[in-house]
């Protein structure tokens, strides 16, 4: 129905930059709000940041300043733009995104695949 294909994920020392991205494909009617999320081992998934349709943002206190999301609606496609990395940044990031699909009533959650990040110098 939904896939969404991550890229972008790699090796990086810290203060460096990755840029990931997400493009959603299948059917779609509509997406609402995207988000990256990102799980460290041995810890719970957390909300890195979202992004609504209308582009209103929202980011866990500790990536603030130095990541941004951003979104291009024609290509269904959310990007995670991040800088001065950190080591405690390491985690597989998995995409998010809040879907209608053609013929549905409802919303549902899908998530991609997931694209490992490492800090490490």
């Known amino acids: 129905q939904v896939q969404l294909v991550e890229s972008g994920g790699g090796l990086v020392q810290p203060g460096g930059s990755l840029r990931l991205s997400c493009a959603a494909s299948?059917?779609?009617?509509?997406?609402?709000?995207m988000g990256w999320y990102r799980q460290a081992p041995g810890k719970q998934r957390e909300l890195v940041a979202a992004?609504?349709?209308?582009?209103?943002?929202n980011y866990t206190e500790s990536v603030k300043g130095r990541f941004t999301i951003s979104r291009d609606n024609v290509k269904d496609t959310v990007y995670l733009q991040m800088n001065s990395l950190k080591p405690e940044d390491t985690a597989v990031f998995y995409c998010?995104?809040?879907?209608?699909?053609?013929?549905?009533?409802?919303?549902?959650?899908?998530w991609g695949q997931g694209t490992q990040v490492t800090v490490s110098s």
């Open positions: 299948g059917s779609i009617r509509d997406i609402d709000t």
């Open positions: 992004i609504g349709s209308g582009k209103s943002t």
């Open positions: 998010n995104a809040h879907v209608l699909v053609r013929g549905r009533i409802k919303y549902a959650d899908y």
